[in-house]
């Protein structure tokens, strides 16, 4: 059941990434649009660590670790005792390890992402798709 939300949110981060990767790699940019990518690439590589490490953060009266989607969550037994201590929860294997692929992948997109708005810019400025000219 896990697979029907990680799957195709892991699809569309690598295809994005996939095609900024082809369109700045495309004769249209030079060397420093392609050393941008390399940099912003590698810094989504390690915030997408983190976010699978070592991201936890609290939402009611639940601890969730990995972030977009959640490899553990913590919470208590019973909801009225909240001296209990909180219990791990932990995805099976077989969902966890994609869940924490789309995790990566999910950072590396929102890093590049401005980059990809730059370009788009960059390669449509001064252009008008109205049908009038300036």
Do not use: Q
């Not at 050393?35 to 915030?47: A, H, I, P, Y």
């Not at 670790?65 to 969550?73: H, M, N, V």
């Amino acid at each position: 059941m896990g697979f029907i939300v990680i799957l195709p949110f892991a699809a569309l981060a690598g295809w994005c990434i996939y095609r900024i990767y082809r369109w700045l790699f495309g004769p249209a940019f030079g060397a420093e649009w392609r050393r941008r990518f390399v940099v912003l690439g590698s810094v989504g590589l390690v915030v997408g660590f983190w976010c699978v490490g070592f991201c936890k953060y609290n939402v009611a009266k639940m601890r969730i670790e990995s972030f977009p989607i959640p490899t553990a969550i913590w919470s208590r037994e019973h909801e009225d005792k909240l001296a209990e201590p909180l219990v791990r929860h932990v995805l099976p294997p077989v969902i966890r390890g994609p869940a924490a692929v789309t995790d990566v992948l999910c950072a590396m997109l929102i890093c590049l992402a401005p980059l990809a708005l730059a370009a788009f810019v960059t390669e449509n400025k001064g252009k008008n798709y109205f049908g009038t000219r300036e």
